[in-house]
Every structure is written in C-alpha cells, then in structure tokens.
C-alpha cells in the first residue's frame, strides 16, 4: 500500500476529521501553522526532522520513478509516510481506514481498530512471505487529517507492538511537517515526494 490513500469514490460523504486535538500547536504540523520552522530534511511535500541514528529511505514507484512513500527507521522501529491532498473542510480517515481493514482482510490478515494516541488506528497482522515461508507482520495503520491534506503512517517493527519503542517513533511523527502547496489536486492524491540528495537516504523500488 505505497501508490495511493485508496480508490476515490464519486458522490463519497463527508467525514468528520480525525486528528489530534493539539495537531495544530504538537503536530504533525502544516508548513503554515506556527513552529513549521526547524530544521529539517526537505522531501518536497513533507519535511523531517533529523534524528541521531536515524535512517531515511524513499520508496520509488520503478514504472515511472516517482517516489510513493518515505521510511524512517529508528531503534528497531520503522514507520512508513505518506501525504495525501485532502477536502479542506472534511477527513479521509475514517473511510479509508474502513477500506484498509477489508484489504488486509481479503489478504488474509485482520486489522482491528484500536484507539492510539493520534485518534483511532488500526493493529494488524498481515500476511508477509520470505524466503520462501510464509508468516505474518504486526504494524499499525495510523491517519491524521490536517488542512487541505491527509497523512498516512504505517508503523512497523518493535513499535508495532512495544509501547515504550511506540514512543520515540510517535515523538518523529509528530516531528514532521506537511507541506501541502497551492496546486489543485484531487482528494487522495499522493502529494509530490521528492529523494533529497544527501549521503545517508537511499532509495529503493516499491513493491
């Protein structure tokens, strides 16, 4: 799940937004809320805060080397980025959350709603396969809908299921700043990512 926050549906209802009550003032920011400003790794639409230890990965789409999504990974914890364009006065949270559980489902999985410290979340198992075994992967699906954008995190490793390795992982997230632009786009179009030149981020393909 890297290329899109789900398959828009014509004629969909509004939601209500699904955010931290502190979003605006903790985070994940907006680039024109106050404290935007810090340094940071430019992504292009998100920005990131640098951590000691931290490695950066951009996941590129190989059919048309776009980059879809960036990974994080910090102390045995990962947490995979996504920003999506949003309406400006309702959320995608909430529908694409209910999308993401039947998805997993058909896989074989289960994603079960849970409430986190972002608004409700999705804990799954889901069905992965190497080296030729097959198993399952525990990672949690969390959505944050901010002003005209949509921010998808999919955690994974020890902060799957470790509160206390959730904690440093939840403290990046909020960390983050999304920069939506003034280009109309669509609701649940990916927001342009872009791989910054720097020695420690490398990219890879996405699956």
Same mark, same amino acid.
């Given at each position: 799940?890297?290329?899109?926050?789900?398959?828009?549906?014509? !004629?969909?209802?509004?939601?209500? +937004?699904?955010? =931290?009550?502190?979003?605006?003032?903790? %985070?994940?920011?907006?680039?024109?809320? @106050?404290?935007?400003? +810090?340094? /940071?790794?430019? *992504?292009?639409?998100?920005?990131?805060?640098?951590?000691?230890?931290?490695?950066?990965?951009?996941?590129?789409? +190989?059919?048309?080397?776009?980059?879809?999504?960036?990974?994080?990974?910090?102390?045995?914890?990962?947490?995979? *980025?996504?920003?999506?364009?949003?309406?400006?006065? /309702?959320?995608?949270?909430?529908?694409? &959350?209910?999308?993401?559980?039947?998805?997993?489902? @058909?896989?074989?999985?289960?994603?079960?709603?849970?409430? !986190? =410290?972002? !608004?409700?979340?999705?804990?799954?198992?889901? =069905?992965?396969?190497?080296? %030729?075994?097959?198993?399952? &992967? +525990?990672?949690?699906? $969390? %959505?944050?809908? %901010?002003?005209?954008?949509?921010?998808?995190?999919?955690?994974?490793?020890?902060?799957? /299921?470790?509160?206390?390795?959730?904690?440093?992982?939840?403290?990046?997230?909020? /960390?983050?700043? $999304? $920069?939506?632009?003034?280009?109309?786009?669509?609701?649940?179009?990916?927001?342009?990512?872009?791989? =910054?030149?720097?020695?420690?981020? @490398?990219?890879?393909?996405?699956?």
């Amino acid at each position: 799940m890297t290329d899109s926050a789900g398959v828009p549906i014509e !004629g969909e209802q509004e939601f209500e +937004k699904s955010a =931290p009550a502190d979003r605006s003032s903790a %985070g994940p920011l907006d680039e024109n809320e @106050s404290g935007a400003i +810090k340094p /940071s790794v430019d *992504l292009g639409s998100l920005r990131v805060e640098p951590q000691r230890g931290m490695q950066l990965r951009m996941e590129v789409d +190989k059919s048309n080397d776009r980059a879809v999504a960036v990974t994080l990974e910090y102390q045995g914890s990962t947490v995979q *980025l996504q920003p999506f364009a949003a309406p400006r006065s /309702s959320g995608l949270w909430h529908p694409i &959350r209910a999308q993401i559980q039947q998805q997993i489902a @058909s896989q074989g999985g289960t994603a079960l709603e849970a409430d !986190g =410290p972002f !608004g409700p979340e999705l804990v799954a198992s889901v =069905p992965v396969q190497a080296d %030729g075994q097959f198993g399952t &992967r +525990k990672v949690r699906f $969390v %959505g944050i809908d %901010g002003p005209r954008w949509f921010l998808r995190a999919v955690i994974g490793g020890e902060a799957a /299921s470790d509160a206390e390795a959730a904690v440093a992982i939840h403290r990046i997230i909020r /960390s983050v700043v $999304v $920069v939506r632009g003034n280009t109309p786009l669509p609701p649940r179009d990916l927001l342009p990512l872009q791989v =910054p030149a720097t020695p420690e981020t @490398s990219s890879r393909e996405a699956q």
